[in-house]
């Protein structure tokens, strides 16, 4: 971001970077940048809150006042990750002849799906589809049981994205499934990684892909760093 | 610790590329000002090309009008849920509609430009080639002040 900040001021735009890593910021010669202490991911701050939206947009677009730069303010309210696990029930155990991550990810279809008739959209799709999920995560279940990677994905490794697009499933089905206001950031990734049984067969698969010496860029990215 | 501290932490000592001067442009006044939005969330439509993993360098011009994007920025470490939630918590175009039916802003520009982050630490083609060519477009659309919101 402030690369391009630099790259549009210089085309004749001005620009202002809502930053989220300070230190990142205050070594790159940025004309004007608003640092914003909220979790990664929410740059301007709450979800489904346009006073606090606004409030944001209003102290960048101050900084357009200044006659000379670099301007770097603080923004005054700081927002927190909440990292208990979003209150969301589970699906019960259907069917004992599966795998519990895969009859967990057919009990919540139904939710998902409603997630997306209501927002028209799906974060899912990277590798596989809403229909792909419960053989994504039979997959991971044999990675996870000692079976070696290329036996099951052959040369190309791309659980990034297979991760990616299970936890979204989840994550939409969860938010659907939750209703109310959205849970505080992290929240939803708490519930993923703690609570489902999805979670821990893709701890347990990445666990054995670092065994495995699978490439550490592929397992660093399948999941947060800390989990 | 945070997951986000740990973040933190990890991208405060990176290698950042250098900058000896900071340019600066003078917008019009804000009221009179055409407003876009420049994210590096890896935006687009489900119609355009998905961004590739780290590295892609390339763009997509987002239409004002485009709503409920793909958020194809592909790390595993930032809260991916709240863009779930409400599309402006990232990228605030309903939020830049209301500031242009109050006269706040002068304009909505009529497309967007989203980047994907995760770029290799020189960011060189970012700054030398796929960076200046998003700002000629949208300086052709008249734009003259740009937001940029990161994840």
């Known amino acids: ?25 205050e070594r790159m010669n940025v004309p004007r940048v608003l640092y914003c202490e909220f979790p990664l991911g929410r740059p301007l701050g709450m979800p489904d809150n346009a006073r606090f939206q ?47 991550s895969i009859d967990e990810a057919q009990g919540l279809r139904a939710a998902y799906n409603r997630a997306v008739a209501r927002r028209g959209a799906t974060e899912v799709g990277r ?33 990034i994205a297979i991760a990616h697009d299970i936890r979204a499933y989840y994550q939409e089905a969860a938010l659907e499934l939750a209703g109310g206001p959205p849970p505080g950031a992290r929240q939803a990734e708490a519930w993923f990684y703690e609570e489902t049984e999805a979670g821990k067969t893709l701890a347990a698969a990445r666990d054995a892909l670092t065994e495995q010496e699978a490439p550490s860029g592929i397992t660093f990215y399948m999941q947060p760093v800390g989990r | 610790m945070s997951s ?26 804000l009221s009179e000002a055409t407003v876009a939005i420049v994210t590096s ?32 920025h592909w ?49 060189s083609e970012v700054r030398l080639d796929t960076g200046p060519a998003a700002a000629a477009e949208l300086r052709a659309d008249g734009v003259d002040v740009a937001i940029l919101t990161p994840v």
Request: hydrophobic content about 40%; aromatic content about 6%.
């Open chain 1, 1 to 25: 971001m402030c690369v391009l900040a630099h790259v549009l001021e210089d085309a004749g735009i001005a620009t202002v970077v809502l930053a989220s890593m300070r230190p990142v910021a």
């Open chain 2, 4 to 29: 986000d501290q740990v973040m933190r932490d990890m991208m405060a000592n990176l290698p950042v590329p250098e900058f000896e001067t900071t340019p600066w442009a003078s917008p019009p006044p």
């Open chain 2, 41 to 72: 969330a890896g935006l687009h439509r489900a119609d355009q090309d998905r961004f590739e993993g780290r590295g892609d360098t390339s763009y997509r011009m987002l239409d004002r009008g485009d709503r409920e994007l793909i958020l194809g």
């Open chain 1, 127 to 159: 590798a596989v589809d809403a229909d792909g999920v419960t053989g994504a995560l039979a997959d991971l279940e044999r990675v996870a049981a000692g079976e070696h990677w290329k036996e099951v994905y052959g040369p190309r490794l791309d659980t």
């Open chain 2, 75 to 123: 790390s595993s470490n930032f809260d991916r849920a709240a863009y779930v939630s409400d599309h402006n918590v990232v990228y605030p175009i309903d939020r830049l509609e209301e500031l242009a039916a109050d006269g706040t802003i002068g304009a909505v520009a009529p497309r967007h430009v989203a980047f994907a982050g995760n770029q290799p630490d020189t960011v």
């Open chain 1, 54 to 100: 606004h409030g944001v947009l209003g102290a960048a677009f101050d900084l357009l006042n200044a006659p000379s730069g670099p301007v770097l303010e603080d923004y005054p309210e700081v927002v927190e990750a909440v990292e208990t696990p979003l209150a969301c029930a589970l699906p019960p155990r259907y069917d004992p002849d599966i795998a519990p």
